[in-house]
């Protein structure tokens, strides 16, 4: 069954009717159906997230996202927070990328405080995104394979995202939350020979990519579990507010960083990773073609970021600092999609409102149940995680 | 599907002849980055205990606590921070912000305990095995700041403009300027409890933030009655102990006190300071002076309801302030502006009386409930060298005095200062003002015991001094006044090495062998006032607890061994206009307290 295009075929009896609203009447008692819990802990489901699957066989009939295991109340907590005080508080809302967070905030206070960042800072904010970037690819690029059982290039990935993770410690002084990016600046030069370590890293990346791509691209058990799996029309890109490498993979050229250049992008060569299929292996594909990309990003930033600057710019003190009245909405390209914050500054030390839109609260909550109709249960996480869920990024 | 796909994977099998990756004891073989942010140090012994650290730490893992060792003094709370890391995110914003850069992170990764309570604990008090590791986040430099460092430059008048005139040179912070001076604030505090009269300072200085400059007024008020005054001459030993002047400069408090003063026009006083309506409690206090000590019991007395009378010996209110001051520094129309208001409360000043002659301290007592008496030091004090009886030696303090009242003032070109304070610089500068309106240039020397870095004068007074061509020449003991044909030559010095002996006492030692001549036609000594007490008659002397240095003792609320008799000011504490208010407030309420309890133990008629 694993083969066959997934849509609503209506001539299969196992399959629940549909009343004349066009819902389908599942009837429990009928013991056709069987409702299963996938996670909130469950290795398929990238973090504390539920899906609540009614399945027939091993079809799934019925699928609903269950989130609330997460909730920090994130955009609350920073109403009570000072500007500069909501920044080791931002990154916890995607933990596998939280510079994206960082630079995000950062930019939102910068623009609504008016505050010019020095160019060197910019320059670095540049490597920390780059290589948060890297770092998760490195995870979920062969990860995909780990959620159909091919768990072993997953665990070979996580090394090499170890050796990101040293130059982070090394640049930044954490490992998970960096805490680079803050407003008016980063927090640090790189330090004597990073960017000869990180270049070595690189070359060893390149080499374990080749070894990706043998192991995982060139698997035909792979293609067989990927290919024509959870596809999503090119028509639902965009009601459903679909971004980053899941839009890619539809065919769209869509990047922030090209679309609305931030920091130096517009000054770097590179091109959007396209695919068309839109199944699971086409997602995988454009992530597998972004590592490259990363990875001559990186080299293209640390060739053209001058070697000394200013860090950080100055701004009033941060114990009271006061932004003027205004709203700003500020965007980057995260591994993920499209990482917007909106902010309001209200004239108080604290901000009125900072609302975070990630990719993942259209992707998982409302994409998923409809992607996860018909599927087979095995295919339940690959399809997930090729959608990229963060499930801290959805109740923030 | 090809045939490579079915066979490609087995090339994982590759991996099987590799190294693993992984080591057993990250600890042992791979420390933590030299960033890296571990846990906390802290060097107890440069810490202030300001709390900025508190103050940022957005999970509140940061508490102050008091430490043993560490006493509380001006310029440190006392208190050092102690870390939960049960709420701490290793942020590192209380390094980064660190105000005295005693605080740092290191680069450990691991630390277990069994007990959960060890997880709270002193950083530099409880020792913990990374106390002396180097290695670890500390707070990124250069230009990385939370704050700024520097302060706003004041702006004054330029020494050629300001060397043959009397006219203010200070000119004040505009209201840009001065919201920028306060956002340097760190609100620790420290000035407060360091303040003699307790000053809400981080509170006025956040009114001054927020553009709220009638609640700063208030604040004001609640100490000090005399912000216009204070806010341009005080000592500020606010600023002396003040937390930014650990790595950067002090904050301009005194100017910004200033600006609040400045920017509030008298005319609105009452209504800002709610003063309008003072309900009268019936009872009299008698204020002998009408110095900064006088006027700030007359203040607080005349709030809570007394009818105050100030007892005023000079034709002026203001007492040292006005004529131990000179013009230049502090404007009398600025004195008039504190000391009008004050009187707007219905206090009332008797100029030209003086106590003790014109009507005696006795009368004062049964006349009235209370007396405050805040005389100050009007008196000059002598070299005692040999030719300092000759007429041409003057008390820097009359010649300060005449000055103010408009009086002749001796002058000739060539004028030697004998002292190292403020009222020294402020004699020579004023006489060098005097010299350059009548001879067109100074010619003013002015020496003392105390070399250059010992000097007690404010280290802006001789470098303002110098710019107006004064000559300010430290170190040197005065040892005769050569006088010939009775006229003054000028003054031989000894090179002066060292001030007190090994028990502390002032015992001055000179070089003899290093002799130098000032040549001056005229000699001012400033070397410390005396104090007048002559208004006590022997019956009430017999009645007073008097010290060694001829000091009344008085108790915590400034009253003396006779109750109905409070004392404060420069008189009790030494020569300081800071203190001089804050005595005056305590008095206020001393005499408030006394009066209260006097008349709960008279029996009702």
Not at chain 1, 166 to 189: A, K, N
Not at chain 2, 509 to 538: A, K, P, R, T, W
Request: charged share 30%.
């Amino acid at each position: 069954m694993s083969n066959m295009n997934y849509s609503w075929k209506n001539n299969r009896s196992m399959f629940p009717e549909a009343d004349e609203t066009g819902k389908l009447v599942v009837d429990l008692d009928s013991q056709k159906y069987i409702k299963v819990w996938q996670g909130p802990n469950h290795p398929g489901v990238t973090g504390n997230m539920s899906l609540e699957l009614t399945i027939s066989g091993d079809e799934v009939v019925e699928a609903q996202t269950h989130v609330g295991y997460l909730h920090r109340g994130f955009e609350k907590l920073f109403e009570r927070r000072r500007y500069m005080q909501c920044f080791p508080t931002c990154i916890r809302m995607c933990v596998p990328e939280p510079d994206t967070n960082e630079y995000n905030l950062a930019r939102g206070t910068e623009l609504l405080g008016g505050i010019e960042v020095p160019e060197m800072a910019n320059w670095l904010r540049m490597i920390a995104l780059e290589m948060a970037r890297l770092q998760v690819l490195l995870r979920m690029v062969p990860g995909q394979a780990g959620t159909m059982g091919l768990g072993l290039p997953a665990q070979w990935g996580l090394y090499y995202r170890e050796l990101i993770l040293d130059r982070f410690e090394e640049l930044t002084g954490g490992r998970i939350y960096h805490m680079y990016i803050l407003p008016g600046g980063v927090r640090g030069l790189l330090p004597d020979g990073f960017k000869k370590r990180l270049e070595e890293n690189l070359v060893k990346i390149e080499s374990f990519m080749k070894d990706v791509d043998r192991v995982i691209y060139a698997n035909a058990v792979f293609k067989k579990r990927t290919k024509g799996i959870g596809v999503i029309p090119e028509a639902w890109i965009d009601p459903y507010g679909a971004t980053g490498p899941v839009a890619r993979a539809a065919g769209f050229e869509r990047d922030v960083r090209k679309d609305y250049p931030y920091l130096y992008y517009n000054q770097l060569d590179f091109g959007v990773n396209v695919e068309h299929e839109s199944d699971v292996f086409a997602r995988f594909r454009v992530r597998r073609k972004d590592v490259d990309t990363t990875i001559d990003l990186l080299r293209q930033i640390m060739s053209k970021m001058p070697e000394k600057g200013d860090i950080k710019a100055e701004t009033p003190n941060v114990l009271h600092w006061k932004i003027p009245r205004g709203e700003t909405l500020v965007r980057c390209e995260s591994s993920r999609g499209e990482y917007i914050f909106y902010m309001v500054a209200d004239g108080s030390m604290y901000p009125r409102r900072i609302n975070m839109r990630g990719p993942s609260y259209s992707h998982a909550v409302v994409l998923l149940e409809k992607l996860l109709i018909n599927a087979n249960i095995s295919d339940v996480s690959p399809i997930m995680v090729s959608l990229a869920t963060c499930p801290p990024e959805i109740e923030r | 599907m090809s045939l490579k796909d079915t066979f490609s994977p087995f090339t994982a099998w590759r991996k099987v002849f590799e190294k693993p990756v992984t080591i057993k004891d990250p600890i042992g073989e791979r420390p933590g980055a030299d960033r890296y942010r571990g846990f906390h140090k802290n060097d107890i012994t440069s810490c202030i205990g300001c709390g900025t650290c508190e103050a940022i730490c957005e999970n509140e893992a940061i508490d102050m606590v008091p430490v043993e060792g560490v006493e509380t003094k001006d310029g440190d709370s006392g208190l050092r921070p102690r870390v939960d890391y049960g709420r701490c995110c290793w942020c590192g914003l209380c390094v980064d912000i660190c105000t005295t850069g005693s605080l740092s992170l290191t680069n450990a990764y691991t630390w277990v305990e069994e007990d959960p309570e060890k997880y709270r604990y002193t950083p530099g008090v409880d020792e913990k095995p990374w106390d002396n590791e180097e290695k670890g986040w500390k707070k990124p430099e250069p230009n990385y700041e939370f704050y700024n460092l520097n302060r706003v430059t004041m702006e004054h008048l330029h020494p050629e403009e300001r060397s043959d005139s009397f006219v203010e040179m200070v000119k004040g912070y505009s209201k840009e300027q001065a919201e920028k001076e306060a956002d340097r604030c760190v609100e620790c505090g420290i000035c407060t409890a360091t303040c003699p009269a307790h000053m809400g300072i981080p509170e006025y200085i956040k009114a001054i933030r927020n553009d709220d400059l009638e609640e700063g007024l208030r604040i004001l008020y609640d100490t000090n009655p005399l912000p216009e005054i204070c806010g341009r001459i005080c000592t500020h030993k606010c600023e002396t102990v003040c937390t930014l002047g650990q790595r950067g400069e002090a904050l301009s408090i005194r100017w910004l006190k200033r600006y609040i003063a400045d920017q509030n026009p008298s005319e609105k006083y009452k209504k800002i300071l709610n003063s309008e309506f003072l309900k009268k409690n019936g009872k009299k206090i008698a204020i002998i002076g009408s110095g900064p000590s006088g006027l700030s019991a007359a203040h607080y007395l005349a709030l809570m309801g007394y009818t105050c009378t100030i007892f005023e010996k000079l034709a002026k209110a203001g007492g040292m302030m006005r004529f131990g001051i000179p013009e230049y520094r502090l404007p009398y129309d600025q004195i008039d502006k504190d000391i009008s208001y004050i009187e707007s409360l219905g206090v009332e000043i008797k100029y030209n009386t003086t106590v003790g002659v014109d009507i005696t301290l006795e009368e004062l007592g049964e006349k009235y409930d209370a007396v405050f008496s805040g005389t100050g030091l009007h008196l000059g004090r002598s070299t005692r060298i040999e030719g300092s009886d000759h007429k041409n030696v003057y008390q820097s303090i009359d010649l300060l005095r005449d000055i103010t009242l408009g009086k002749e003032v001796p002058l000739t070109e060539n004028i030697i200062v004998i002292g190292g304070g403020n009222v020294a610089m402020d004699i020579t500068r004023s006489l060098a003002r005097l010299q350059i309106q009548k001879y067109g240039k100074a010619g003013i020397i002015a020496t003392s015991l105390e070399t250059e870095d010992k000097m007690p004068a404010d280290r802006e007074e001789v470098v303002e001094a110098r710019e107006e061509d004064a000559t300010v020449n430290p170190g040197w003991a005065p040892q005769r006044i050569e006088i010939e044909n009775d006229k003054i030559k000028g003054l031989h010095v000894a090179q002066c090495y060292s001030l007190f002996d090994d028990e502390g006492k002032f015992n001055p030692q000179c070089n003899m062998d290093n002799l130098q001549f000032f040549e001056g036609s005229m000699v001012v000594e400033s070397i410390g006032q005396g104090m007048d007490l002559s208004y006590l008659s022997e019956d009430l002397k017999h009645d007073l607890e008097i010290d060694k240095r001829g000091r009344i003792k008085v108790d915590k609320n400034f009253q003396s061994g006779l109750p109905w008799l409070f004392l404060g000011g420069d008189i009790i504490q030494g020569p300081d206009v800071i203190h001089g208010i804050a005595n005056g407030h305590k008095a206020a309420k001393g005499i408030d307290e006394f009066l209260f309890e006097k008349q709960k133990d008279t029996p009702k008629t």
